[in-house]
């Protein structure tokens, strides 16, 4: 890919069951061969290596779960046209799949995931950043549907996880993040709200990206 069609990334983050992967999809569909969608959620560490029992004890919901560095560099790569290749990850027994999803980077990549605006320098990457504020009960209940229907959970566990877990990390890590937002949604966003956001997005494919300054964590 070249400089004239220079990727722009787009951060959509906010609590879990806030609604990141509905919006990505849903601006996904407006904006056609025109965006990508990379998720957060893939880049978790491959706990393989603990057993099952020992698995079931970490908290999913601390930020040091992720593989940021393997994350950056799919970022680098996005950001620079370049295919890159995904983890694949299993959240029934929170390992990695042996196989690698091939990704190819469209203008926009839409990133969804719960802490992409913590780091200073991943926030400097992103061109428009989007936290969507949604309420505790609403979230309670999405991740009911989620975590049994796709995750194999029991109501009880995920009731336990959610008020054990989720709520102190969504109030030490993601709440804050709405400080650095561009855009904060509060409720599903309708047709012409999300009309609005394409519009945004269409203007911000079109524009000059600044240079980037390669960093450590």
């Known amino acids: 890919m070249n400089n004239e069609q220079q990727v722009k990334l787009i951060a959509i983050t906010g609590g879990s069951g806030s609604g990141k992967s509905w919006l990505a999809k849903e601006l996904k569909k407006r904006l056609d061969a025109e965006a990508a969608i990379l998720s957060l959620d893939d880049f978790y560490f491959d706990l393989s290596g603990l057993p099952p029992e020992a698995r079931e004890g970490i908290n999913y919901d601390h930020p040091q779960t992720i593989d940021w560095p393997r994350f950056e560099e799919v970022l680098n790569d996005c950001l620079d046209g370049r295919m890159t290749g995904i983890p694949q990850y299993d959240f029934t027994t929170h390992t990695r799949l042996p196989m690698v999803k091939i990704f190819q ?86 047709e012409f709200e999300l009309r609005e956001m394409v519009e945004i997005l269409h203007y911000i494919a079109l524009e000059k990206p600044e240079p980037r300054i390669a960093s450590n964590f």
């Not at 969804?112 to 926030?123: C, D, Y």
């Not at 989007?130 to 549907?145: A, H």
């Not at 009880?156 to 937002?181: C, G, K, L, T």
Request: aromatic content about 8%; some cysteine; proline content about 9%.
């Open 105 to 190: 980077p469209a203008p926009l990549v839409l990133v969804e995931g719960l802490w992409l605006l913590q780091q200073p320098k991943l926030r400097s990457w992103f061109s428009l950043k989007i936290f969507l504020d949604c309420p505790e009960q609403i979230r309670m209940k999405r991740r009911l549907v989620r975590d049994v229907t796709g995750r194999g959970r029991t109501p009880d566990s995920i009731r336990e996880q959610f008020i054990n877990d989720v709520v102190p990390m969504h109030e030490h890590y993601v709440a804050p993040q709405m400080a650095y937002a561009d855009i904060t949604l509060r409720g599903e966003p309708g």
